[in-house]
């Protein structure tokens, strides 16, 4: 144990999550799959409302801090989480944050939108499908700010950088740790996948311990073999700074759940999301965690996870989104 924490003792954290997570089994989930599901509560991480960005924010903020940053910009849908989380820990250090978000501003802001806004956080509504557009937009306002005699520190969907995959790496430290204590030995991990850091750090945790058990990225965007290559390409840079050589094989991604793209319900994913909150009264989201929670059951179903395995659901927080 703390194999990887000793790993990454080199690498500056200013901690805002709040750990460890609650873990715990999920009985009447488990009875009707016949597998034992486990859940990882990481939509309680305790700053901001919580979800998977906090422990991203763990190391991007003292990199942004240790280079003389005082602004954030952050990109993202109008319901970003990690806008969210953004906007919350740029307001706890001090920094102003700028967040250049796609999409018409809504003439009442609801869900994500409104935390930003109780965050003060400078909000650049991009009414524009084009990634690249919205990229070059905050590009624009990072060289502004530069004028003005501010450095910011920009960061891309997600807060997807190297850096910010030590966060997941850590977390994945802790669901072994979680494991342990409950005696029980995990056979599979998922959780919904999109930006890749997420599942790139979950990926450098299970190199470094050389973990048997299957990561299972379910996509709620990307194609999945496209999935694959950014898990690897984020989890590889990140590995190389401490000396760690990621296997691509051991990536697994889904993109079968995704529906008719990014945000878009699916009937499954409703179903799950009342699943999860009727039978064990944990609220999941209809971006990411309830396209997730589908790929979970539907392995269970069709025996891509046997029966009697342990399973454990990251749960990754999202569900502010419900309140759109
Ligand atoms: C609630 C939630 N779950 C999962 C993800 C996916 O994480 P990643 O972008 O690191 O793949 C996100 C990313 O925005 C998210 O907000």
Not at 119 to 129: N, P
Not at 182 to 193: L, N
Not at 196 to 208: C, D, E, K, P, S
Request: net charge neutral; with cysteine; glycine share 12%.
């Amino acid at each position: 144990m703390n194999t990887i924490r000793k790993k990454l003792s080199h690498i500056p954290q200013m901690p805002v999550t709040l750990t460890p997570t609650p873990f715990h089994r999920l009985d009447h989930i488990s009875r009707l799959t016949g597998c034992n599901i486990y859940i990882k509560r990481d939509d309680l991480t305790g700053f901001a409302l919580s979800g998977n960005k906090t422990r991203k924010f763990d190391f991007l903020i003292a990199e942004a801090i240790n280079q003389g940053c005082d602004t954030l910009i952050g990109i993202g849908a109008n319901q970003s989480n990690f806008c969210r989380i953004a906007a919350g820990v740029g307001a706890k250090f001090g920094l102003d944050v700028h967040l250049v978000l796609n999409g018409k501003k809504p003439e009442i802001p609801t869900g994500n939108l409104r935390v930003n806004h109780i965050l003060d956080a400078k909000i650049h509504h991009i009414d524009t499908k084009d990634s690249k557009e919205r990229m070059n937009h905050a590009l624009f306002i990072k060289d502004q700010l530069l004028t003005e005699g501010k450095k910011a520190y920009f960061m891309p969907p997600g807060g997807s950088t190297k850096t910010g995959t030590y966060g997941y790496a850590l977390g994945f430290e802790e669901i072994l740790s979680d494991a342990e204590k409950q005696h029980i030995e995990i056979h599979k991990i998922f959780h919904a996948s999109s930006s890749a850091g997420t599942q790139a750090g979950l990926v450098l945790g299970q190199a470094i311990t050389g973990w048997t058990g299957e990561i299972h990225g379910i996509s709620v965007d990307t194609p999945q073999n496209q999935l694959v290559e950014d898990v690897f390409a984020l989890a590889s840079a990140a590995g190389h700074d401490i000396g760690v050589t990621i296997d691509k094989r051991k990536i697994f991604t889904d993109d079968s759940y995704v529906g008719e793209g990014y945000g878009k319900k699916t009937e499954g994913c409703v179903q799950a999301v009342k699943l999860f909150a009727k039978s064990e009264g944990i609220f999941l989201d209809y971006v990411y965690t309830g396209k997730a929670a589908v790929g979970l059951l539907d392995y269970c179903k069709t025996g891509k996870v046997k029966a009697g395995q342990n399973i454990v659901f990251l749960h990754t927080g999202g569900n502010i989104e419900l309140f759109e």
